[in-house]
């Protein structure tokens, strides 16, 4: 039994139906009020837009549940995780906020 088919065998590995190598889907960056969302049709990743994207407008998505974080939750969790500071526009205005 080599690890490959233990892999597929095994019912208990998380994130077996995310796994993949989505090179377009990587150059989207994250954001704490996305444009866009993702969702897995078998394995064919799809981006679905959660509003109007004017023409230029960046695609973003959420890299996190981020309407359930505060501002330290997430710029933590993003740094820890993803090795970034966010600097969307909702933190923006979250940090001058809190000036």
Known sequence: NN???K?????????????????????LNHSCTPNAVRVFSSETMI????AHIPKGTEITWSYIPAHSLSL?????????????HCQCTKCIAQENNAD
Do not use: C, S, W
């Open 72 to 84: 330290t939750q997430r710029k933590e969790y993003l740094y820890k995780k993803f090795g970034f």
């Open 7 to 27: 892999l597929e065998d095994d019912d208990t590995f998380p994130y077996r139906r995310i796994l993949g190598l989505y090179p377009l889907a990587a150059m």
């Open 3 to 5: 690890n490959n088919e």
């Open 47 to 50: 981006v679905h837009a959660t």
